[in-house]
């Protein structure tokens, strides 16, 4: 049997990330699969050793479109952990608002990828046209549709007035019942699950040990979320991690797709229990020295930062480590013996998020 | 002197159908997937725009390999407006389909190559059941010509509703929609990105995109054969198989080769073979 | 910080991320920061039931550290990544890039170590 | 084929698309579409210049101009929050996009601290994009040096942090 090498990335139509992937190829079952990363690497570590740490929101924010709420708010709970600064109640549940707004239309986006990887084109303008609505939320009520830029040091800068938020929870009922609609699709069609059960198994051991996060993991059957840890406003809410135990990519995408109602839930959750209050406490001083490891749930899985404060308005050492950093070895062990059709929606399934993991 | 002015009609009708088939597809499959879409005649626009562009090959095979489709493609359009017989319009046809996969062999890229591969499989899976349609031609009207079908006095359907059925597969592979796409589709993407198609390239793309047309014609032609009687039934079947055709497009997701060839082989042949038992017996 | 802190050394750092892979622990990533001159902080993390330990080694960064990609495989990119950043040689990984992973192999700078700031600095 | 119903009742709504350039949304009001300055009320006092984490603003007090440059602007709203004047604004419908790079300079009248007065006929007051390349590329060094202007500037801090403290007290 000849092997073909297929180059799949790192610009290819069904996977918009800038990854490469060698493909050896055997009468199209794949045999072994060899990343190249470095393709969008733009050092943004290395960022804050130049620009002050309250600059560095704008860039933390900038790691990732679409969850850049999560990794500003990540940031910032961060520094105020090493400040020891204590944020008001209503700046901790707002960015919970605004968070999970973020994980909505993140897995929306992520379903409807996922969709087009299999070739089901009308599933997948169907997703992003009710992700529409939340990108219209987010637009409205912080200025920018996908980099809302609420985050402050000490808390947030843009507030919810009572009638924005009757308007979010009339959107999310819609939301909501759109999205309910595609569940008899997403998750019982014969030609979805032809092409998704079974695929791309990984079992909750091997989840654990090459350190899968998020959606991948709990795809797997490990009741693992980092909004458990109840961080920030989370620790108002009731919450129940998703967790599905096929491992395939059926059972990941489940988990999203029931996530997208979970964050709904949460939303509302928050709404009802946002007090009134400051928005933001005042931030006096640079970050002393010290260092802080913070976790926080991210749509693609746990993100993790560590900073080094040495005193001066400067930071030491920014280390992020995304979700997708985390994936790309489970990926590696799930491609091998796949079918060269099944490659894309396995990629997908991690939800690969590039920019995030060069940073 | 008849048949010379029906096979330039069909030469003509080919582009000129099957480009605002294309253009009609585009139009509704946006529709049902809550978009403004494309001007009718944006498929047109499409291929002028293929013809205008520089003439780049991979390799000198492509030139002949695209020509061979189109003239074949097209020949067999007009050998069937020109009622001529049913088998050689089928061979033509085949002809045609081979030298386009052919020019994807010839380049050496691995997308071109995997999707010319998969496009051998699809040409094996609906070629049979086109044979066994013809087949069935015969049964009923005790000739492989298309004029002999026109002589029937009772819709074709009411006698071969499984061929119909089987006919549907070829059809649908035949126009590359879900779930058969894979060898390449309409849109590039997936996995091989345009597949057989991925290394041609300007106006020989173009060529092909003409050729397509003209092969949608003909298989929309073989199934307006289902109903000869009366021409507005006749438009009435073809205008919904087709709508059913972009239903299923839009409501299925891309299978494998694998799949493919278990379920038309099965089902395809197995409504056929059935249909003719029928035929045969009754 | 959050979490247990385990120093650890050059000699012993494979078996103590040893014994936290039969302990269940899952490897979360790496965290590097600069430890003064020519020397480089390397923080394993470690996590089991949302409980956080870290492994601290202080290094030397002229000299190879044992690479824990052998223990657990997904350590094969954050070794990579430190091998760019800092220009430190792990023995024995699994997968290497030779700092090429996340640049160019004509870049001859090293992100990290350099200490060369972009612009004046306040 | 579970997906049918939907389909269809796409097929009889109307299209949830717009013909983009030809029909064009409201937009949100608080939507941060291009920053504007009043420049006749700005006092050059630099907060926006040290503030901007994307650096894209120089302010020069002496000659009285204040310019930015709109590509490398990441619309992030961080200087209209902290003019002390509120002449900084965010305007809710987006830059077009343009073929070429322009430069975006004010020129204001720059507060008396010093001696010597600037002419105020120097420049036309107002927008002024200036289609110069050389310019451009000039811009893009500046940067680099603008960096060491917060410190030179110590002295006027005080104040405009005074002025910040009041603006967010009237705000609550």
């Known amino acids: 049997m000849a092997t073909t090498v297929i180059p799949f990335g790192p610009q290819h139509p069904v996977l918009p990330e800038p990854v490469h992937l060698t493909l050896k190829v055997e009468d199209e079952i794949v045999k072994e699969a060899i990343p190249a990363l470095g393709y969008v690497h733009r050092g943004l570590e290395k960022l804050c050793e130049i620009r002050d740490f309250n600059q560095m929101i704008t860039v933390c924010e900038r790691v990732c479109g679409i969850c850049s709420m999560i990794h500003g708010a990540c940031y910032s709970q961060s520094i105020e952990e090493l400040m020891g600064i204590e944020i008001p109640d209503r700046a901790k549940l707002l960015r919970v608002i605004w968070s999970e707004l973020h994980r909505m239309h993140s897995h929306l986006l992520w379903l409807g990828l996922f969709a087009d990887a299999f070739g089901f084109e009308a599933l997948f303008m169907q997703f992003w046209k009710i992700r529409e609505r939340i990108m219209d939320i987010n637009e409205a009520t912080a200025g920018s549709r996908v980099i809302v830029s609420v985050n402050i040091i000490g808390g947030v800068r843009a507030d919810l007035s009572p009638d924005q938020l009757r308007w979010i929870l009339s959107e999310l009922d819609i939301v909501e019942k759109e999205v309910r609609e595609l569940q008899d699709t997403m998750m019982n069609d014969y030609t979805i699950k032809t092409r998704t059960v079974g695929i791309g198994v990984m079992t909750k051991a091997q989840a654990w040990e090459l350190g899968a996060a998020g959606p991948t993991l709990r795809g797997s059957g490990v009741a693992q979320d980092m909004r458990q840890q109840g961080y920030g406003g989370y620790a108002f809410l009731d919450f129940e991690p998703v967790v599905e135990t096929a491992g395939d990519c059926w059972a990941r995408s489940t988990v999203r797709f029931r996530e997208v109602l979970q964050s709904a839930d949460l939303v509302r959750q928050a709404i009802s229990k946002l007090p009134e209050g400051e928005l933001a406490v005042k931030v006096k001083g640079n970050p002393p020295e010290g260092e802080v490891y913070h976790r926080v749930e991210q749509p693609r899985g746990e993100c993790m930062y560590y900073i080094r404060g040495n005193g001066t308005k400067n930071l030491d050492r920014l280390r992020i480590r995304t979700p997708t950093f985390a994936n790309i070895p489970p990926l590696l062990a799930m491609l091998p013996e796949c079918e060269l059709a099944d490659v894309p929606v396995i990629v997908l399934s991690i939800d690969p998020c590039i920019s995030c993991t060069e940073r | 002197m008849d048949t010379l002015i029906l096979v330039i009609i069909g030469l003509v009708a080919g582009p000129v159908l099957g480009g605002l088939i294309a253009g009609l597809d585009r139009r509704v499959t946006a529709w049902f997937q809550s978009r403004q879409g494309p001007p009718i005649t944006q498929a047109f626009y499409d291929v002028a725009k293929l013809f205008g562009k520089e003439k780049m090959v991979v390799n000198q095979w492509q030139i002949l390999c695209s020509w061979v489709y189109v003239i074949a493609a097209a020949t067999s359009l007009a050998l069937f407006f020109a009622q001529s017989d049913l088998l050689l319009i089928f061979f033509v046809q085949a002809v045609g389909a081979v030298f386009m996969v052919m020019g994807a062999m010839a380049a050496k890229s691995p997308y071109s190559q995997v999707g010319a591969q998969r496009e051998l499989l699809q040409v094996l899976a609906y070629e049979p059941v086109l044979i066994l349609v013809f087949v069935g031609f015969y049964l009923v009207t005790g000739s492989f010509s298309v004029s002999a079908v026109w002589q029937v006095d009772q819709p074709l359907l009411a006698k071969m509703p499984l061929m119909y059925l089987a006919l549907g597969y070829a059809l649908t592979i035949k126009l590359r929609k879900s779930p058969f796409d894979f060898s390449t589709s309409h849109h590039g993407h997936q996995e091989l990105v345009k597949g057989v198609l991925t290394e041609y390239s300007g106006p020989y793309l173009g060529l092909i995109e003409v050729a397509h047309w003209y092969e949608t014609v003909l298989v929309l032609g073989l199934c307006a054969l289902f109903w000869t009687t009366n021409v507005a039934w006749m438009i009435v079947l073809i205008g919904c198989t087709y709508l059913l055709e972009i239903l299923v497009d839009n409501t299925m997701a891309r299978m494998t080769w694998r799949w493919m060839l278990k379920r038309v082989w099965l089902l395809g042949i197995g409504l056929s073979v059935v249909n003719l038992i029928w035929l045969y017996a009754g | 910080m959050k979490g247990k802190v385990i120093d650890v050394t050059l000699d012993n750092v494979v078996g103590e991320v040893m014994n936290m892979k039969n302990d269940g622990q899952r490897l979360v990533s790496f965290s590097t920061y600069n430890a003064g001159e020519g020397k480089i902080g390397i923080l394993y993390h470690f996590d089991k039931a949302l409980e956080n330990t870290h492994l601290r080694l202080v290094a030397d960064m002229d000299k190879p550290i044992p690479s824990v990609s052998g223990v657990y495989f997904s350590a094969l990119l954050v070794e990579n990544e430190i091998r760019d950043q800092w220009d430190v040689k792990f023995d024995g990984l699994v997968l290497d890039f030779n700092r090429t992973l996340l640049l160019d192999p004509e870049v001859t700078k090293v992100p990290l170590a350099n200490n060369l700031k972009i612009g004046p600095k306040n | ?172």
């Open chain 4, 1 to 172: 084929m579970l997906f049918t119903p939907t389909v269809v009742k796409n097929l009889l709504k109307k299209p949830a698309t717009r013909k983009y350039p030809f029909e064009v949304r409201e937009p949100f009001p608080k939507y941060r579409g291009e920053l504007v300055i009043d420049i006749d009320r700005c006092i050059f006092c630099s907060s926006c210049e040290r503030k901007c984490p994307s650096q894209c603003i120089a302010v020069d007090r002496d000659k009285g101009t204040w310019q930015c440059d709109p590509y490398a602007c990441i619309y992030c709203g961080y200087c209209v929050d902290v003019c002390p004047v509120k002449c900084l604004s965010m305007k809710d419908v987006h830059r077009k996009p343009s073929t070429e790079k322009t430069e975006w300079i004010e020129q204001g009248t720059p507060p008396r601290h010093k001696k010597k007065e600037t002419p105020k006929d120097a420049a036309p007051k107002g927008t002024a994009p200036v289609l110069d390349k050389s310019a451009a590329a000039a811009e893009e060094a500046a940067p680099a040096a603008t960096e060491v202007a917060p410190e030179a500037k110590a002295e006027e801090r005080p104040a405009a942090k005074d002025k910040k403290k009041d603006e967010k007290k009237g705000k609550k």
